[in-house]
């Protein structure tokens, strides 16, 4: 899987707008170890392929293929790949 592990970001507009694309392995974690945050940033995320679990200190949130996630601002997360398929996730930042 190419880019597998990885965000790859494909458009940012000044900082307040970014969009990628995240390939995720079976059982992969992202960030691998620790928290990923984005402090001014709302965090929008389509599942494209497969399927995904957010986790925060509020809760674990799974998305399937064709489901979307939302994480506000300022929320410590990461997202794991729990399954034995591969995920393919549409990433986006917006700024507050």
Do not use: C
Not at 16 to 42: C, D, F, N, V, Y
Not at 52 to 80: C, Q
């Amino acid at each position: 899987m190419e880019n597998a592990g990885q965000a790859v970001e494909i458009l940012n507009v000044n900082e307040k707008i970014q969009t990628g694309i995240l390939t995720m392995p079976p059982h992969a974690r992202l960030p691998e170890e620790g928290l990923s945050l984005h402090k001014e940033h709302h965090e929008f995320a389509y599942i494209i392929e497969g399927e995904v679990t957010l986790v925060t200190d509020k809760g674990e949130f799974p998305a399937r293929s064709g489901e979307f996630i939302y994480n506000e601002p300022n929320t410590p997360h990461y997202t794991v790949n729990k399954t034995d398929k591969p995920a393919k996730v549409l990433w986006m930042l917006v700024k507050v």
